[in-house]
């Protein structure tokens, strides 16, 4: 007996959940974590904060995470170049909570979004589990989002709820203010009166050459920008994700939140981490120079490199869908792990310490001279 016997709904049957292989290699370098692990300080901080937590675990902790919330504002404020407060920003366990509680508000049976694909899979994912309909929007060849071709789908499908991921997962592009703008007035005009919510997925932001778009909240109330500390803070075992948008969508989200969502060890981890921020960004600045000295060694080797704004890079480019696989399995051979993440013809890779970075770049050297050979 397998899922699709048992009563489940109709949309979910043959669909595969969202996984990444973890396999146990030298070189991981398929999961867009930071490679680097808490500095020492940091854990002590947590330990401590939790500590205070765990003094009052017999009581639910605080439910709209209000010290939390004032503290990703205030760092909102400093990073992203315009001044949010608490009521602007709402966390949750990890941005996926975020885009959920989302899809929750603003989506749902009857309702569609748009993303424009390749993007982050979660985004369907999410709106397939929300019973929210997903139209997969267009790209062009250098898998940028084209504007044209995208306002047209927008107006064509009129959607309730729009993805914009700035910068994309996988490719590593970033989007341009001009782009979200345009986007995001044509939601609006494809639904008169209450207009669409347009939702720029920002994970990997702190890794970008560009601003965030987080200024482009003003004055726009269907306007979020989602973030999360997985990435940036070197905490994807934490799970925290946040959004800043009008207080409005704030105070719509928590009609469909859990009541006491985020733990109280959760919250007490995450405020120590935001104490550590000019640490856990320098950590970044390394990152952004490995990420650029991937892009630089790749091209050199003789791959093809998508422009990058992230903590990952895309490469290529090999024969489809069979090409990619048989490449990602030779570099896997060679004990490093990278992500075959389902766009024909190309792979993605981590930037990783400089030493996990020299090993992928021995790796592929190797694997471009049997290709040439």
Same mark, same amino acid.
């Given at each position: 007996m397998g899922i699709d016997d048992l009563p489940i709904r109709d949309e979910l049957k043959g669909k595969s959940p969202y996984g990444a292989p973890q396999l146990d290699v030298p070189v991981q370098l398929n999961t867009n974590e930071n490679p680097y692990p808490l500095p020492e300080p940091l854990v002590a901080r947590i330990a401590e904060r939790v500590a205070e937590a765990a003094r009052g675990l017999n009581r639910y902790p605080d439910r709209d995470a209000v010290e939390l919330r004032t503290e990703l504002a205030r760092y909102l404020t400093r990073t992203g170049g315009h001044e949010v407060a608490l009521a602007n920003v709402w966390a949750a366990n990890g941005s996926n909570e975020v885009l959920q509680q989302l899809l929750q508000t603003f989506g749902g049976p009857g309702r569609t979004a748009i993303g424009f694909e390749p993007s982050y899979s979660m985004h369907a994912l999410i709106a397939r589990g929300t019973g929210t309909g997903w139209i997969s929007g267009p790209r062009d060849e250098d898998f940028r989002v084209d504007v @044209?071709?995208?306002? #047209?789908?927008?107006?064509? *499908?009129?959607?309730?709820?729009?993805?914009? $991921?700035?910068? *994309?997962?996988?490719?590593? /592009?970033?989007?341009?203010?001009? $782009?979200? &703008?345009?986007?995001?007035?044509?939601?609006?005009? @494809?639904?008169? %009166?209450?207009?669409?919510?347009?939702?720029?997925?920002?994970?990997?932001?702190?890794?970008?050459?560009?601003?965030? &778009? =987080?200024?482009?909240?003003? %004055?726009?109330?269907? &306007?979020?920008?989602?973030?999360?500390? #997985?990435?940036?803070?070197?905490?994807? %075992?934490?799970?925290?994700?946040?959004?800043?948008?009008?207080?409005?969508?704030?105070?719509?989200?928590?009609?469909?939140?859990?009541?006491?969502?985020?733990?109280?060890?959760?919250?007490?981890?995450?405020?120590?981490? &935001?104490?550590? /921020?000019? $640490?856990? =960004? %320098?950590?970044? +600045?390394?990152?952004? $120079? +490995?990420?650029?000295r991937l892009v630089a060694e790749l091209r050199a080797i003789g791959y093809e490199v998508t422009e990058s704004d992230a903590n990952f890079v895309q490469f290529g480019h090999f024969d489809g869908a069979a090409g990619s696989h048989e490449a990602w399995q030779k570099i896997l051979d060679r004990g490093v792990l990278v992500r075959d993440n389902g766009v024909p013809g190309w792979l993605r890779v981590t930037a990783g310490t400089p030493e996990e970075n020299d090993a992928f770049l021995d790796a592929v050297r190797e694997l471009k001279k049997e290709q040439d050979a």
């Open positions: @044209a071709a995208a306002v #047209s789908a927008i107006a064509e *499908n009129a959607p309730d709820v729009v993805f914009v $991921t700035s910068p *994309n997962n996988p490719t590593g /592009t970033a989007v341009e203010a001009e $782009t979200v &703008l345009a986007l995001h007035d044509a939601a609006q005009a @494809a639904r008169p %009166g209450a207009g669409a919510l347009v939702v720029v997925d920002e994970a990997y932001v702190e890794f970008s050459h560009r601003a965030s &778009l =987080l200024p482009l909240i003003e %004055g726009r109330p269907n &306007l979020v920008i989602s973030r999360t500390m #997985s990435k940036a803070f070197g905490a994807a %075992g934490l799970r925290l994700g946040y959004l800043a948008a009008h207080p409005a969508v704030v105070d719509a989200v928590q009609l469909v939140r859990l009541p006491y969502h985020l733990s109280a060890v959760t919250q007490a981890t995450a405020l120590a981490a &935001l104490e550590h /921020t000019d $640490t856990l =960004l %320098g950590y970044v +600045e390394q990152l952004k $120079t +490995e990420r650029d």
